[in-house]
């Protein structure tokens, strides 16, 4: 059949349809356009016979139609109701549109459960996927639905980010609700990444897809104001031994990023900049691992080590790139650690002049753009009291957290929680070492159950005991003592 259009403008058919225009075409197919909403699809006899066989459609539902002696056959879309290709097609227009598609993806996958549907033509009156080749080309039906949402870009609802941002049209919510009603799954921050329904778009929910419209008025006459579902969503951060840390972190952190729409209607985004500070060996830095582990985003470390640069203008430049890579991988974490090593008052007369001036008016100008484009930035430091005031002014860091040694309690619990799904003999003395670890840091204490655990699987015990605890506290290193220097004379006991 030639790849020219088979039907001419103002063609009649059965005087129900008129064509206006060719709106798509392919080898065995053409798409019609009329003067008002409904298409006609046009298919060879080859094309038919093998959706047939194939079992996804009947034949009886095409009228036949003779053309320059060869036979082809028609089909109407209906005036509200859709044909166009997976690719190349315009996409759904609302969300009833996606979740329409959704329907007839999972309705063909019945029928047709092997061969790819990337390169098919979506019939919306039917709820079918009718491929246009028996190859298969090796796309999976994630990247078979993202293509559609996007209107043709190649892309898994598996990528949700970046498919968020294809279908700007669409409320993140609204999406993340079709893709999963589709079976797939969304990463647990996808709230974050929510934009303003648009003008006119559709508020039908997920668990709203075939419901009547009585089941819909029981729905809603059943839910009380300000009820939430059943299920509670939130997600809870554990940070044994520092509780009051946990807690922290959980109500300013965690609550709002995977409770993003409850926050968002009071006008809260994202969470604010946050510092910890407190003596060596307090545990700053353990606990923010443990936050990073948690929330699972992509981090970004900014310390002395990585940024700092001899040459001018280099340390400024590295603190941008490190926002940079944070920006365009937003969510994400940025950890300012050992912040007094670059951020100290410019004021100061330890300050290095123009150069470190101009490195704290980096941060000063990148910390707020973060945390607007969805970057956490977490600061550390020992020195607070060294820190340049405008640093620590609120829109920067809203919170100014110290973290003190872990008392006898936070060790406690630490302990507890580390020996928990430990074999361990029934007359262990935990309150000693809860003693002997009190005032030294957490990591300690986790090295002193580590070490002691690695000792009794070395010995060949079935049970952790006070012997391997006392071996793993032994190999902690010793304090030094404190000892009187002498320098630039002889120190004479006698006459001092």
Not at 161 to 175: A, S, V
Not at 333 to 346: A, C, G, N, Q
Not at 420 to 441: F, H, M
Request: with cysteine; net charge negative.
């Amino acid at each position: 059949m030639s790849s020219e259009q088979w039907l001419s403008n103002g063609f009649e058919i059965e005087t129900d349809f008129k064509v206006r225009s060719l709106a798509q075409a392919g080898e065995h197919w053409q798409i019609y356009k009329s003067g008002g909403r409904t298409l006609l699809l046009v298919v060879t006899n080859a094309l038919l016979d093998w959706w047939s066989d194939e079992g996804l459609i009947e034949k009886e539902l095409f009228s036949l139609l003779s053309v320059d002696e060869q036979d082809l056959f028609y089909l109407y879309s209906g005036s509200d109701n859709t044909i166009e290709p997976v690719r190349g097609g315009e996409g759904p227009q609302t969300k009833a549109d996606a979740i329409s598609f959704v329907h007839a993806l999972k309705d063909t996958r019945k029928l047709f459960p092997e061969g790819s549907l990337y390169s098919s033509l979506f019939v919306e009156r039917y709820s079918r996927l009718l491929p246009l080749s028996s190859k298969d080309e090796g796309f999976a039906d994630e990247i078979v639905l993202g293509t559609w949402l996007s209107g043709g870009v190649t892309v898994s609802v598996l990528s949700f980010r970046r498919l968020n941002d294809l279908c700007g049209w669409m409320p993140t919510h609204d999406l993340i609700d079709v893709v999963e009603f589709a079976g797939f799954d969304v990463p647990p921050d996808s709230g974050l990444l929510q934009k303003p329904p648009s003008p006119g778009s559709s508020l039908l929910r997920s668990d709203e897809v075939g419901q009547t419209p009585q089941e819909k008025e029981v729905q809603a006459n059943s839910s009380t104001p300000g009820s939430g579902p059943s299920n509670d969503s939130r997600r809870s951060f554990s940070l044994p031994g520092r509780k009051t840390l946990q807690d922290f972190f959980n109500e300013h952190v965690v609550d709002i990023i995977f409770n993003p729409e409850r926050y968002q209607m009071m006008g809260i985004e994202f969470p604010s900049g946050i510092i910890l500070h407190g003596p060596p060996g307090c545990g700053k830095t353990f606990a923010v691992d443990q936050l990073v582990e948690f929330i699972c985003w992509p981090s970004y470390s900014i310390d002395s080590n990585s940024i700092g640069s001899p040459y001018i203008h280099e340390t400024s430049k590295k603190i941008s790139e490190v926002f940079d890579k944070a920006l365009d991988n937003a969510p994400s974490i940025v950890i300012i650690d050992e912040m007094e090593s670059f951020l100290t008052d410019r004021r100061s007369g330890n300050s290095s002049g123009v150069h470190h001036v101009e490195e704290v008016a980096e941060f000063l100008r990148r910390i707020p753009e973060a945390i607007k484009n969805r970057v956490l930035v977490i600061g550390m430091t020992n020195m607070i009291d060294t820190i340049d005031p405008a640093i620590l002014r609120r829109g920067r860091f809203d919170h100014i957290i110290e973290v003190g040694m872990p008392s006898a309690e936070e060790i406690r619990s630490l302990l507890d929680s580390l020996l928990q799904n430990i074999p361990k003999s029934s007359d262990l003395a935990v309150e000693r070492y809860v003693d002997l670890l009190t005032g030294k840091p957490l990591s300690d204490a986790a090295f002193v159950v580590r070490e002691a655990a690695r000792l009794a699987a070395k010995t060949g015990k079935t049970a952790l005991d006070d012997v391997c605890l006392e071996a793993a506290l032994s190999s902690l290193p010793k304090e030094q003592e404190k000892r009187r220097e002498r320098i630039g004379f002889i120190w004479d006991e006698e006459k001092d």
